[in-house]
């Protein structure tokens, strides 16, 4: 079971910390990814970190802002997310799974999930 915390109310330009920790279970051996999805819109890839080759992957809008990391001592996998902007607004889902690296952005690899954590930007 997955579990996603740490969303909250910001302001443009602050900083947010999501936090996905795992019950029952370890991330060492899959691949474990954020998404977010704003209301109307479809989940979207934010980033990933691989378990075949320990990389980190992002999606454009947040490369340079967003940071993907493990602690494999405390079994999470944190998103630091800075200079946020209005349009990260959403719910930040955590998703495990063994995509393929080609695959790796896509919602559909990913069989469990996080119970989603929202995150509010204002401007």
């Known amino acids: 079971q997955l579990q996603a915390s740490g969303g909250g109310l910001v302001q443009a330009g602050g900083s947010l910390r999501l936090s996905c920790a795992a019950s029952g279970g370890t991330f060492r051996s899959y691949t474990v990814a954020w998404f977010r999805q704003a209301p109307g819109k479809e989940r979207e890839f934010i980033a990933a970190?691989?378990?075949?080759?320990?990389?980190?992957y992002y999606d454009d809008s947040v490369k340079g802002r967003f940071a993907i990391s493990r602690d494999n001592a405390k079994n999470t996998v944190n998103l630091q997310m800075n200079s946020l902007k209005p349009e990260d607004t959403a719910v930040y889902y955590c998703?495990?799974?063994?995509?393929?690296?080609?695959?790796?952005?896509?919602?559909?690899?990913?069989?469990?999930w996080g119970q989603g954590t929202l995150v509010t930007v204002s401007s």
């Open positions: 970190s691989a378990v075949q080759n320990m990389r980190t």
């Open positions: 998703g495990v799974g063994r995509p393929i690296i080609s695959s790796i952005s896509r919602a559909a690899q990913y069989y469990y």
